[in-house]
Structure formats: structure tokens, C-alpha cells
């Protein structure tokens, strides 16, 4: 029945100008966007009405792209939330990116609705001064690529229109696990090649990415390919352990032992190549059991609060070194250093520059822990620094090689310990084993003077008294 009423949607939507697709009352009660039913999927040409009308509504927060063209030409819509008033938080620092897809798969009408409730609830948070939605899109920018396989979508298919699986067209070991229909080559699809080209150029700083889809309530970290942990599972674990702890209850995995053996994925793509923590969403299709049907709103309810967790935390996604002190002596430097974030980093190092703006000194890569702090000690010869330079901290986000590099300026000045060998007390501690042995000694002299100086008082008084 589902099928039939999509083939009948797509026969006939052709043949309505889009402006004049719905009337405006029913526009406003749209979801997932088809004129007939609550709960039939959506359509392209009823998403391109829903995605515009929020641009036009919504100026100050929604900025519509057309980033690529499906194989039959439909156009591929991002839609880009953030307080566009401001270029970087209230602080002056960067905003956090965002980047979410949804219907790789034609068929897996949940998947796209999860994509598009992600956008359009902060779209109504905003709207209705919820504060959560306004902190959100003014520290991050969300990105939300809906309905990626418009052609298949609008014939209840899984693949594009080419008969090829599109969550198996991607460049991460494309066609190298037992698969069906990945495509003639990785990225042979134009839609696969519009999303790592806005993957690439729009979004290649994000720290996070989730592609939504549909047939197992579960949640998919990397790797497809092998069963084992990844590089980062520290994060992984983490956010696993968060979710379940207090949010929901779905299960949250290794794609590899949690679904099948899967290659070629955008999921992979993401985290392999890109190195964004990624995850893949699979709502389950309970929606379309007989019997079960309820308002999507409600039904992605508990979805929605971990897609909010993920958005509202995601500053925690990647490794935050943030330098306590630095000591330095005539032969050792000295680093307090702590990690604010959920990802460890394994090659940080820190580095001195001159005045002149050289490199002067760097020190070796050492790692830092997940939400962790360390003191990590290197061999330096003082010489080599001076009052007037400044410190670097060079280190990737994450663990996994493909992760971002950052360089940032650190914030507070060197201490120099002076080593004064003249003043025997400098540098030691009041029960340093020298020190108590000085202070006896010098005690024993203080003794010593004092009865000499007793014994020539006496001298001097007996010599009077035998004058006398």
C-alpha cells in the first residue's frame, strides 16, 4: 500500500507547479511533508517546498545550498543553521561544525524524517526562544544534508536510480567486503560525489557527522570493514556509556559486530578519510508495522534526545589541551598540561618560538588521555629560551591519522627557576638533609664561639681580682 501511494504521489506531484503545490494551511501542518497522510514519506519535490519555505521564513538562520544534482537532476539540498548575526561565538573562537545526512537509502523513509526533524527542531527552538536551540546555533553551525537519493526516494527504492547502493560507493575501501551493487567505481554516482565534495570543501573541520538511516535501532560507530575497536574508541565508549547511562537504551556498537561486515560506507568515509567522529543512525521501520502508526514527532522522540546530546556536547568531541604551567631549570623543562575533551591525542608536542618567530625548540610527541591530565618532563638547555618568546601546542583532535591538526597559541608564560650556587639555601626545602646539616653545623659554631667567649670573661675576672 505504502509503495503504491508513493508511486501515485510522484506520478502526480510532477504535474503541480511547485508554488502551488499546497495551500498555505496545509503547508504549515506538513510532516513529513506529503499533502495526503501524516505518515507517508516524504517526497523531493514536497521537501524543496518545506526546506525553501524555512529559508524565506527564517533568514537569520537558514541558509539553503544546492550543493550537487541527483543522477535524474533533483537538486541537493543543505540546509545550514547557525546565528548567522555572528561569525564566531561570543568569545571570539570558532564555531563548532556540525554535519548530519539522511536517505542514502530511497526506502528508509525514517532515516530522512530523523535528518529533517534534527533540522526543523532547532528551526522551532529558535523561533519559540528556546534557550537550548539559541546556545546551539550560536556556538555551532548544523548542517543537514535531508534526503541524498531524491531519485530513489520517490520510487521506494533503496538504490539511485542506477541500481546502485550508495552507502557502498564511497572511497574507504570501496568493494572490498562481500557487497552488492557499490557502483563501477568509488564516487561513480553524482550523488555520493556531491557529498564528499561538500564533506571536503564546506564541512572538513567538523566534529561530528551522523548519517541517518533505517531497519535496526542501533547505533553504528566505525569500522565496517574489520571488528575492531577503533583508534578513538576512547570517545566512542564515552558517548556510549553517556547515552545509555541516562538517555536511551539503544545499543551502540562497532559496525562491524553490531550489523555485518560493510565496506565502501559514508560512515567510514567520514571517520578513515575525513577524520570526523562519525556514527550511523538506524532508526528501526516499527512506523510502517500495522497498528503502530503514530505522529513521526513522537515516534522519533527518543531519537531526537540523542541527536540532541550529540549536538549540545559536541565541543567534548575531540581532544582539548589546555596548558596548566611551564617550569623550566638549567637542564629540564617541565609541562603541566590538561585534556578538557572526550578524544585523546597521540602526537602533541610543544613548541617554543623565538622572537624572530622560529621555531626554536620543540619537544618530542607524548600523548594525552581523554578527559585526563598529565605531567610530562623534557631535557632542554635553558639557554635556548628567552622572556620575549612565546609557546605553541601542535596536536590532532583525535586519534585516528586523518584527524584535524590545530596549532594554538598557549596563554600563559614560562616560569624559570634561577639556580644561585653562592646561596647554599636557595632551591632547598626546610628538611632537605644538606640544609639540617648546615644549620648543625652552623649551630655547633655558634656553641663553640660562645664558650670560648665564657672562658676569657673568667680569665679577665679572676686577673682582677689578684690585683686587687
Known amino acids: 500500500m505504502r509503495v503504491a501511494v508513493g508511486l501515485i504521489l510522484c506520478m502526480l506531484l510532477p504535474l503541480v507547479p511547485l508554488s502551488s503545490a499546497l495551500p ?116 555551532s553551525e548544523v548542517h543537514v544534508l535531508i534526503m541524498l537519493n531524491p531519485d530513489g ?61 533505517t531497519g535496526v535501532w542501533i547505533m553504528l560507530y566505525p569500522w565496517g570493514k574489520w571488528p575492531e575497536q577503533p583508534p578513538d574508541w576512547e570517545l566512542f565508549h564515552g558517548i556510549r556509556e553517556d547515552v545509555n547511562g541516562g538517555i536511551s537504551e539503544i545499543p551502540i556498537q562497532n559496525a562491524n559486530q553490531g550489523l555485518y561486515p560493510n565496506c565502501g560506507t559514508s ?43 550529540l549536538i549540545n556536547n559536541v565541543w567534548y568531541w575531540r581532544a582539548r589541551l589546555d596548558v596548566q604551567s611551564i617550569t623550566v631549570d638549567a637542564e629540564t623543562l617541565t609541562l603541566d598540561v590538561v585534556n578538557d575533551g572526550m578524544a585523546s591525542t597521540a602526537n602533541a608536542s610543544l613548541e617554543y618560538i623565538s622572537e624572530s618567530g622560529e621555531v626554536a625548540w620543540a619537544s618530542p610527541y607524548f600523548e594525552v588521555n581523554a578527559t585526563n591530565s598529565s605531567t610530562l618532563t623534557f631535557s632542554v638547555d635553558k639557554g635556548l629560551f628567552t622572556g620575549d618568546g612565546m609557546w605553541n601546542l601542535n596536536y590532532q583532535k583525535r586519534v585516528i591519522n586523518a584527524a584535524t591538526w590545530v596549532n594554538e597559541t598557549v596563554e600563559i608564560n614560562a616560569s624559570f627557576i634561577e639556580n644561585d650556587e653562592e646561596s647554599f639555601l636557595i632551591g632547598y626545602g626546610l628538611f632537605n638533609p644538606v640544609s639540617v646539616l648546615v644549620a648543625i653545623v652552623g649551630v655547633a659554631a655558634f656553641a663553640n664561639e660562645k664558650e670560648t667567649r665564657r672562658k676569657v670573661d673568667d680569665d679577665d675576672e679572676r686577673n682582677g681580682a689578684s690585683e686587687n
Not at 507517508?40 to 527564517?58: I, K, N, P
Not at 552507502?167 to 567505481?185: A, E, F, I, L, V
Not at 564516487?187 to 557527522?209: G, H, I, Q
Request: hydrophobic share 35%.
Open 24 to 139: 498555505d494551511s496545509a503547508q504549515e501542518e506538513m510532516w513529513p511533508g506529503d499533502p495526503v497522510d501524516n505518515h507517508v514519506h516524504m517526497t523531493w519535490a514536497a521537501m524543496t517546498l518545506e526546506v525553501s519555505g524555512w529559508a524565506d521564513d527564517y533568514p537569520g538562520i537558514v541558509d539553503l545550498a544546492d550543493v550537487g544534482k541527483s543522477e535524474l537532476g533533483k537538486s541537493l539540498w543543505v540546509v545550514r543553521l547557525s546565528d548567522w548575526s555572528m561569525e564566531t561565538k561570543a568569545d571570539g573562537t570558532s564555531k563548532e561544525i556540525i554535519y548530519i545526512d539522511g536517505g542514502h537509502h530511497g526506502n528508509e523513509y525514517l532515516g530522512t524524517a530523523l535528518a529533517w526533524l534534527s533540522a526543523k527542531w532547532y528551526i522551532n527552538g529558535w523561533n519559540e526562544g528556546n534557550e537550548e536551540a539559541i546556545q546551539v546555533l550560536q556556538n
Open 153 to 213: 526516494n520517490d520510487i521506494d527504492t533503496r538504490w539511485n536510480i542506477n541500481q546502485v547502493d550508495l552507502n557502498r560507493n564511497y572511497d574507504h575501501y570501496w568493494n572490498s567486503c562481500p557487497t552488492t551493487q557499490p557502483g563501477s567505481s568509488a564516487f561513480s554516482e553524482s550523488e555520493t560525489a556531491a557529498n564528499s565534495n561538500y564533506m571536503n570543501t564546506e564541512v572538513p573541520d567538523a566534529d561530528l557527522y551522523v548519517t541517518m538511516h
Open 267 to 309: 560512515r567510514d568515509y567520514g571517520y578513515g578519510v575525513m577524520g570526523f567522529p562519525t556514527f550511523t543512525f538506524e532508526t528501526d521501520d516499527e512506523q510502517f508495522v500495522p497498528g503502530s502508526f503514530e505522529a513521526l514527532e513522537d515516534r522519533l522522540g527518543e531519537e531526537m534526545d540523542v541527536m540532541r546530546y
